[in-house]
């Protein structure tokens, strides 16, 4: 047995297994893993906002930006998803200090807030239907409600993801596991408002400017 | 058991319980960045100055060229990608080892060629095909 061990860990002799656990294994790879998943994900917002570059500006003689666009509607909705931002940031700093009634609350504003965007983007199709502003009306409003829509349905998805994780570190505390699906959250929610700078300025500021 | 082998045990014993603090340290072995109140604080007050100066640009009308407006709210929205790509997404050369800024930097190049690629071949599609084109308009009086 003794010269068993001594040939495994000595330099010259070859090593079938490895006497040392790797820590980082599991954690490196989810965190990486999740960030090839957002960059896949920035590939189908960019192939969407490729094709409202191209498409855009066709209404087909029906309304354009400028009849259907509230500024002031999208400049609140833009505060509220600004402010997950950092309430988020703040969940994540209780969470590495251990502290899980912050990180829970933090959270839960977050999933507020969202949930504010939520609702004005649903508001705003439900008056752009309203006026008959469907996606069928011209490749502009076909090209407007999938591109903002795929982003309103990843923040209804973030939301969802947040709400199991209230619920599971309300049972389960801030276990490693949970850990890391805050960590993975945290970038798929800042993701989400790089996403939609890209949507604020493209869409709805330089659609007013046409 | 040999003195060899209680050896290797005791360096197991000593990783897993590496491992084990690793763990309840929040895994900073992995190489994953994380922020500060600062940093996080510094990024949010950054990108509230970079929403705000597009959103007053376009809606007080401040810059009657709507040319000149479009490129610095652009410019502006840049900028702001790239404060949240720091300050809350952390993105360093150092995170996982390098990989993760080798995978952006992938991406970025993608998306430009995608959005960069389908704006000019769509333009020039529109602008040479489209009726009405100077070459179809010399052409129309030998068509009965």
Request: one cysteine or more.
């Amino acid at each position: 047995m003794s010269t068993n061990v001594t040939t495994a860990s000595g330099a010259d002799a070859p090593s079938f297994y490895d006497l040392e656990p790797h820590e980082h294994a599991a954690h490196g790879s989810t965190h990486l893993g999740f960030w090839l998943y957002l960059m896949s994900d920035c590939l189908i917002f960019a192939s969407l906002f490729a094709i409202y570059g191209v498409v855009g500006g066709n209404y087909a003689a029906g309304p354009g930006p400028q009849d259907l666009f509230d500024l002031r509607l999208v400049a609140v909705s833009t505060a509220a998803l600004l402010l997950s931002s950092i309430t988020y940031g703040f969940a994540v700093l209780d969470m590495n200090e251990g502290n899980q009634r912050g990180t829970l609350l933090w959270l839960s504003l977050t999933g507020l807030l969202g949930a504010a965007f939520m609702g004005l983007t649903l508001y705003e199709f439900y008056h752009l239907i309203h006026e008959s502003a469907v996606p069928q009306r011209s490749a502009f409003l076909s090209a407007f409600f999938v591109l903002v829509g795929t982003h309103a349905l990843h923040v209804f998805f973030g939301i969802v993801w947040l709400v199991v994780l209230l619920v599971q570190i309300s049972q389960r505390g801030l276990v490693p596991a949970n850990r890391i699906r805050v960590d993975c959250l945290s970038m798929f929610w800042h993701f989400l408002d790089v996403i939609w700078i890209g949507v604020f300025t493209v869409v709805y500021l330089m659609g007013m400017l046409r | 058991m040999s003195a060899n082998a209680q050896t290797a045990n005791a360096q197991i014993a000593r990783g897993g319980h590496h491992a084990h603090d690793a763990d309840h340290g929040h895994g900073h072995d992995s190489g994953h960045a994380h922020g500060t109140r600062k940093t996080y604080l510094i990024g949010f007050a950054l990108s509230v100055v970079l929403t705000a100066i597009p959103f007053w640009l376009v809606m007080a009308e401040v810059i009657s060229n709507p040319v000149t407006t479009t490129f610095l709210i652009m410019a502006c929205g840049l900028a702001q990608i790239l404060v949240h790509m720091i300050y809350f997404l952390h993105m360093n050369a150092k995170s996982e080892g390098g990989w993760t800024l080798m995978a952006a930097i992938f991406t970025i190049i993608v998306t430009l060629i995608a959005l960069v690629g389908s704006l000019w071949v769509m333009y020039h599609l529109n602008t040479n095909m489209m009726p009405g084109h100077t070459m179809e308009a010399t052409d129309t009086p030998e068509v009965p």
